[in-house]
Each structure stands twice: as C-alpha cells, then as structure tokens.
C-alpha cells in the first residue's frame, strides 16, 4: 500500500492483479489495471510508491517491469529492468515503446519493493540478485547502489554484501533497505553508497518506513519505532491474529494493511497498543 500526498490510499489486490484507490476515509473510489502482460497490466504485483503526489509506479516482480500510472490511474509507461549487480555500469532500460518482444540481453531483473525520491529517481530491490537499484530522472538508465562504505569510514556491522533484502523505505536526505539475509539495516545517501548499518529483527519482517527521524518497522504482530542508528523507542503489539503485511504512519495516526482487511489506528489507539521496550 502507499499512502499520497492528498491521503487517499492506494492498494494492490495481488490475486486480482488490480490497484484500488481509496479516499481518507478508506473508502473505495477506483480500481485501475487488470492481471495480463500489456502495457499496465500485472502478472504480480509486490509494491506500491505514490508518494510524488502526480503518478503511482508499481513493481511486477514475475514480469520484471514497473508499471508507471498518473494518480488518475491512466497507464504512462512500463520499464523492463535489466539486472545490476554492485560495480557494474549502468545500463539503458526498455521502455513501454519497445517492448513488443522486447528482452534485456543482461537479463531482468526480480523488482520486489519500490519507492521515489524527491528528484523522481525510482529505488528498487531486485530479489533476484540481491541489490538495490536506481533510476535516473528520466528513467532511461538505471545502476546498482555500492556496497562498499566511503572510503575512511567505519560501517558498524557490515558483511560488505547484501543476502536478501525485503523492505526499503526513502527519505529526504538517505535510503534505508532492510536485508533480512544479513539481519541488517542498511543506511545509503541519495547517490547509492553506503553509509551506515545496524543489526535488527529480521524474522518476518515486513515494511519499514521513516518519520520525523525515527525507522518504523513492521511485522505481522507488532511495530518497532527506533532511532536512526537502531536504538529500540517503543513497541507497539497487535493481536496475535492481525497479520500485518504494510502500513503507513503519520502525525495523525497510521493505517495497516491484513491480507484482508485497512485498518486506521488514532495515535490514541497506537499508544495503548506501547509496551514496555
């Protein structure tokens, strides 16, 4: 799921292979796309970004496409990506223009999660081969983050490669991915090297998310609000049988996605699911 500037809510229905788009209030609005191999369609659709507000881009892992969509859910692009791995140059990605029989002599690659930044780059994990990705601004080319710090400094915890990364979430000024392979997090600046790592709870994670300098992550039972070097700030517990495959928090609240069900929690109600840290 992701959540756009306006608030309304967008949510992928992966048996279906269709987007709802909901208002404020989690009331259903639209449905966009259908399950296929055409131009906005989706074979399995994992991840969600509407973040910038004007479009949506969803990952098709099966496919190895993002599919890009105006917030109105009128189809705009598909890009085959090729796959990257760290130190490799950069490579031209398909567009929806040639995709006709269209293939990547490099192979594709397995786009798992997504998500924008503010200069319109796109930031995917490829589960495939382990590595993060970015576009440029015009998603024409695309590379691999490095995985080597910066030169002189010292990365607490670093096993110098990626193992399996399962959620990644984008800020202002960093890029953090959660390798569950490794039990990491990992800290990249906007340019895709590597800055900082920290040991986490990886066991069934699901999603993370930044807000106002503290990570949020996300399992099937609980949330974990932490500093931005891993220090434990509160835990929030569920119900052994909510379930929790994504949300999203904000000022006012958070919303939380089940395999069946979007739930709004006040901040009222988060702070009486708090525990003891």
Same mark, same amino acid.
């Given at each position: 799921?992701?959540?756009?500037? !306006?608030?309304?809510?967008?949510?992928?229905?992966?048996?279906?292979?269709?987007?709802?788009?909901?208002?404020?209030?989690?009331?259903?609005?639209?449905?966009?796309?259908?399950?296929?191999?055409?131009? *906005?369609?989706? /074979?399995?659709?994992?991840?969600?970004? =509407?973040?910038?507000?004007?479009? #949506? @881009?969803?990952?098709? =892992? &099966?496919?190895?496409?993002?599919?890009? %969509?105006?917030?109105?859910?009128? $189809?705009?692009?598909? /890009?085959?990506?090729?796959?990257?791995?760290?130190? &490799?140059? @950069?490579?031209?990605?398909?567009?929806? %223009?040639?995709?006709?029989?269209?293939?990547?002599?490099?192979?594709?690659?397995?786009?798992?999660?997504?998500?924008?930044?503010?200069?319109?780059? /796109?930031?995917?994990?490829?589960?495939?081969?382990?590595?993060?990705?970015?576009?440029?601004?015009?998603?024409?080319?695309?590379? =691999?983050?490095?995985?080597?710090?910066?030169?002189?400094?010292?990365?607490?915890?670093?096993?110098?490669?990626?193992?399996?990364?399962?959620?990644?979430?984008?800020?202002? !000024?960093?890029?953090?991915?959660?390798?569950?392979?490794? @039990?990491?997090?990992?800290? $990249?600046?906007? #340019?895709?090297?590597?800055? !900082?790592?920290?040991?986490?709870?990886?066991?069934?994670?699901?999603?993370?998310?930044? /807000?106002?300098?503290?990570?949020?992550?996300?399992?099937?039972?609980?949330?974990?609000?932490?500093?931005?070097?891993?220090?434990?700030?509160?835990?929030?517990?569920?119900?052994?049988?909510? !379930?929790?495959?994504?949300?999203?928090?904000?000022?006012?609240? *958070?919303? +939380?996605?089940?395999?069946?069900?979007?739930? +709004?929690?006040?901040?009222?109600?988060?702070?009486?699911?708090? @525990?003891?840290?």
């Amino acid at each position: 799921m992701s959540v756009a500037p !306006d608030e309304s809510i967008y949510v992928i229905e992966s048996s279906r292979g269709t987007i709802v788009h909901l208002n404020a209030n989690g009331e259903r609005l639209h449905e966009y796309s259908s399950r296929g191999t055409g131009e *906005g369609r989706f /074979l399995a659709p994992t991840d969600i970004d =509407a973040s910038s507000g004007l479009f #949506f @881009s969803v990952s098709d =892992a &099966e496919s190895g496409k993002i599919e890009r %969509f105006t917030k109105e859910g009128a $189809f705009v692009e598909s /890009l085959l990506l090729p796959k990257l791995s760290p130190g &490799e140059p @950069s490579r031209p990605i398909i567009s929806a %223009f040639r995709l006709d029989d269209a293939s990547s002599r490099y192979g594709t690659s397995e786009p798992f999660r997504i998500a924008e930044t503010n200069h319109n780059e /796109l930031v995917i994990l490829d589960r495939s081969n382990a590595s993060v990705l970015i576009t440029d601004r015009l998603h024409e080319t695309i590379r =691999a983050f490095d995985l080597r710090p910066r030169s002189g400094q010292v990365v607490s915890n670093n096993s110098r490669e990626m193992v399996d990364p399962v959620a990644l979430a984008v800020a202002e !000024d960093f890029i953090l991915v959660a390798d569950a392979g490794t @039990s990491q997090m990992l800290l $990249f600046d906007p #340019f895709g090297t590597m800055l !900082d790592s920290w040991a986490i709870e990886s066991s069934d994670l699901t999603s993370i998310q930044v /807000l106002d300098s503290a990570v949020w992550i996300g399992y099937p039972t609980k949330l974990i609000r932490t500093s931005m070097d891993g220090v434990t700030l509160a835990i929030y517990h569920f119900a052994a049988k909510m !379930d929790l495959v994504d949300f999203s928090v904000s000022s006012e609240g *958070g919303w +939380f996605l089940t395999p069946t069900k979007l739930t +709004f929690f006040s901040l009222e109600e988060l702070a009486r699911l708090q @525990s003891e840290k």
